[in-house]
C-alpha cells in the first residue's frame, strides 16, 4: 500500500510513480542522454556507493580484529569461510603467488561490496525516498523533485565504472606479466597468429589487433551490463509489485485479488531476489578473477 500513498500523496499515475522512482539525484532532475555523460552526476549513487564501501570495509576490519587462534564465532567464522572460498577461487584462475596477494583481496573486497549495494535493493520501496523528500520538504524545496534511488549497481554508471576499474587491472597484468613489448606482440599476433609473409603478417596484425580490441570491450561491456541489467530489472520489478496494492478500490474481489497478489508476489520475488543479489555478487568477483586470470596467460 505504500506505493498507492505515495502516488496519492503527489497525485502521480503509475507510469509517473515508476518513473520517478526511477530517476536520480542529480541537482537538477535531469536524465543521462548517452552511455557517456559527463554532464550528469547521480549523487545519490555515489553516496550510497562510499557509504557501503566505508561498512563493508568496516565489517571486515572487525572480523579480523576479532579473529583469534581459539575457536571462533559465528560472524568470524562466516567471514573466514567467504575469506577461504575467494582465496580458492583465486588459486584456481590465477596461479601467479604474488599476483594473489593483491587480487584475492580485491576480490573479496567486489564481493562484499557488490553484495551490499545490490542488497540496499530490500529496504521498502518508498523508505528512503519519502525521508529524503521530508527532508527535501523541510530544507524549503519542492518534495516533488526529491528524487533517489538507492540501489547503485542498478545505475549502469556505477556497473561500468567497476567494470571499468576491472579493465585497468587487466591492462596492468598484461605489461607486469609479458612486458610492454611481449603484450604488444601478442595484440598483432593472436588470436590468428602470424606469418613470414610481411604483407601477410600485416594483414593478420590489423585483424589480430582488431579482435583482441573487440575482445577487450566485449568483456567491459558484458562485465558492467550483466551486473546493471539484473539489479534494474529487480528493482522495476518491485515497483510493479508494490503498484499491485496501489489498486484496491475497497472490499469487492478484483482488489481483494490483486492485494493477495501483492503479498503473495512481494514475498516470492523478495526470496527469490536473495539469490539473485548473491548469486550477482559472485559473478561479478569471478568474472574479475576470469578476466584477471586471463592477462597473466599468453596466447
Same mark, same amino acid.
Given at each position: 500500500m505504500a506505493a498507492e500513498n505515495e502516488a496519492a500523496q503527489h497525485g502521480m499515475s503509475a507510469g509517473e510513480y515508476i518513473s520517478h522512482h526511477l530517476t536520480y539525484f542529480n541537482g537538477t532532475g535531469?536524465?543521462?542522454?548517452?552511455?557517456?555523460?559527463?554532464?550528469?552526476?547521480?549523487?545519490?549513487t555515489?553516496?550510497?556507493?562510499?557509504?557501503l564501501a566505508v561498512l563493508g570495509g568496516f565489517v571486515l576490519w572487525l572480523a579480523a580484529r576479532r579473529a583469534t587462534a581459539a575457536t571462533p564465532g559465528r560472524f568470524v567464522g562466516a567471514?573466514?569461510?567467504?575469506?577461504?572460498?575467494?582465496?580458492?577461487?583465486?588459486?584456481?584462475?590465477?596461479?601467479?603467488?604474488?599476483?594473489?596477494?593483491?587480487?584475492?583481496?580485491?576480490a573479496l573486497t567486489i564481493f562484499v561490496w557488490v553484495f551490499l549495494m545490490n542488497a540496499m535493493d530490500f529496504l521498502p520501496l518508498d523508505l528512503l525516498p519519502n525521508l529524503w523528500a521530508g527532508a527535501y520538504a523541510a530544507a524549503g524545496h519542492d518534495p516533488h523533485h526529491a528524487y533517489l534511488r538507492a540501489v547503485p549497481t542498478a545505475d549502469i554508471n556505477a556497473t561500468m565504472g567497476m567494470a571499468l576499474t576491472v579493465l585497468l587491472i587487466c591492462l596492468y597484468y598484461n605489461v607486469k606479466i609479458k612486458g610492454l613489448g611481449g603484450w604488444a606482440h601478442e595484440l598483432v599476433s593472436a588470436p590468428f597468429g602470424t606469418s613470414r609473409n610481411p604483407l601477410f603478417a600485416l594483414l593478420l596484425g590489423f585483424v589480430n589487433l582488431a579482435m583482441q580490441l573487440i575482445e577487450f570491450c566485449a568483456k567491459t561491456l558484458s562485465h558492467g551490463m550483466r551486473l546493471?541489467?539484473?539489479?534494474?530489472?529487480?528493482?522495476?520489478?518491485f515497483m510493479l509489485i508494490a503498484l499491485m496494492?496501489?489498486?484496491?478500490?475497497?472490499?469487492?474481489?478484483?482488489?481483494? @485479488? &490483486?492485494? +493477495?497478489?501483492?503479498?503473495?508476489?512481494?514475498?516470492?520475488?523478495?526470496?527469490f531476489h536473495i539469490l539473485v543479489v548473491t548469486l550477482q555478487a559472485?559473478? @561479478? &568477483?569471478? +568474472?574479475t578473477l576470469v578476466y584477471v586470470g586471463q592477462a597473466h596467460e599468453g596466447h
Open positions: 535531469g536524465k543521462q542522454q548517452a552511455l557517456i555523460d559527463w554532464g550528469v552526476i547521480n549523487y545519490d555515489l553516496f550510497f556507493s562510499v557509504v567471514i573466514e569461510m567467504l575469506i577461504e572460498m575467494v582465496a580458492d577461487q583465486a588459486k584456481g584462475l590465477i596461479h601467479s603467488a604474488e599476483s594473489r596477494r593483491f587480487v584475492a583481496p580485491l546493471f541489467g539484473n539489479m534494474f530489472a529487480g528493482e522495476l520489478i496494492g496501489a489498486t484496491w478500490t475497497g472490499l469487492n474481489a478484483p482488489s481483494v @485479488f &490483486m492485494w +493477495l497478489g501483492h503479498i503473495v508476489a512481494g514475498f516470492a520475488w523478495a526470496v559472485f559473478i @561479478f &568477483m569471478m +568474472l
